[in-house]
């Protein structure tokens, strides 16, 4: 899955991809390795946690 962080001006600021091999715990790794890029930007952050618990990577 990629998940596309678009910045104020509605460009693309960075994208991500976790990778979903195996269970939760790998998950949620890979999103915890993405979410320090964000830090700063609180709506991009409610956005992947946003998508990530859409696609069941987070227990929310």
């Not at 915890?32 to 618990?53: F, K, N």
Request: proline share 2%.
């Amino acid at each position: 899955m990629r998940i596309t962080v678009l910045g104020a001006t509605g460009g693309c600021r960075t994208a991500v991809d976790l990778d979903v091999r195996g269970g939760h715990t790998t998950a949620r790794a890979d999103l915890a390795h993405c979410v320090p890029v964000l830090v700063g930007d609180s709506s991009a952050v409610r956005s992947v946690v946003s998508v990530a618990s859409d696609a069941g990577l987070l227990d929310v």
